[in-house]
């Protein structure tokens, strides 16, 4: 919603979430005014997003069930790493927001399970979405996957993150990696390897093109050429200076 007037779409079924389009880390996100149950309280959340973001507010239907980070490394085929589970510590809260707060204190609020206690079929649907997902966005060399389970089994994907945080031993990235036993410096020469593959095979194909440039044959303004610009067997002419005489 970009002025808060818009007139709401029959798809949208409440509870709804209200966030800012544009921001990380779940900035504008809150637990306790994020969840919507009635369109007042919706447009009075992207009247103040809006004012405080100056940026559109997303609107979508909120889901209730676990909630789950997977990351991967690669390209064209990446590797899935171990899904983690963001686990919240009050059981009172019916509808759970990982927000902007709890990121801060996460002590305080969650903790995390990795590898996440799943089924063998809940841990390959996961990884089939979350693998899906990165390649339908091109993403390329890291991105962390953010998706919720429903109680039927059924995964939504709630973020992608192309360029997720590195803090070492804070970064939910990070956190993974350790729990699949990647230390951190291998971690970043996972996501270093493809762009340093990347620019290998750039410069390559530059030096080729120069190659081929330098040597290419060129005319000599009869359509004949011996890679010289000369005609074949043609002597050369001295060009002779006339003062007139």
């Known amino acids: 919603m970009e002025t808060g ?3 709401l779409s029959p798809k949208l079924v409440f509870p709804l979430i209200v966030k800012p389009n544009q921001e990380g880390s779940s900035k504008g996100v809150s637990a306790h005014a994020s969840v919507v149950d009635d369109e007042a309280s919706l447009r009075a959340v992207v009247r103040d997003l809006l004012e405080k973001y100056r940026q559109p507010a997303l609107v979508e239907h909120y889901v209730a069930g676990r909630e789950f980070t997977v990351g991967l490394l690669g390209d064209k085929r990446p ?3 171990p899904p983690m589970e963001i686990l919240f510590l009050d ?3 019916p509808r759970p927001v990982y927000d902007y707060q709890i990121k801060q204190e996460w002590e305080k609020h969650v903790y995390y399970q990795c590898p996440a206690q799943l089924s063998p079929a809940e841990s390959k649907a996961i990884e089939k979405v979350a693998r899906e997902t990165f390649e339908a ?8 996957v953010d998706l919720r389970m429903d109680e039927g089994g059924n995964f939504y994907v709630l973020e992608v993150n192309p360029l997720p945080g590195l ?5 939910d990235l990070c956190l993974i990696a350790k729990a699949a036993n990647i230390d951190y410096r291998s971690l970043i020469g996972e996501i270093l390897s493809g762009g340093l593959k990347r620019l290998r095979e750039k410069r390559r ?19 004949e050429s ?7 067997g043609a002597e050369k002419t001295p060009t002779v200076l006339s ?3």
């Open 167 to 171: 803090t070492p031993d804070y970064s």
């Open 91 to 93: 059981k009172n809260n």
């Open 226 to 232: 011996n890679g010289k610009g000369e005609k074949p």
């Open 79 to 81: 590797r899935v790493l």
């Open 5 to 7: 007037r818009e007139r």
């Open 243 to 245: 003062n007139g005489q």
């Open 205 to 223: 194909a530059e030096a080729r093109e120069a190659e081929a440039a330098r040597v290419a044959p060129t005319s000599n303004g009869n359509g």
């Open 137 to 144: 966005l091109d993403c390329r060399d890291v991105a962390r």
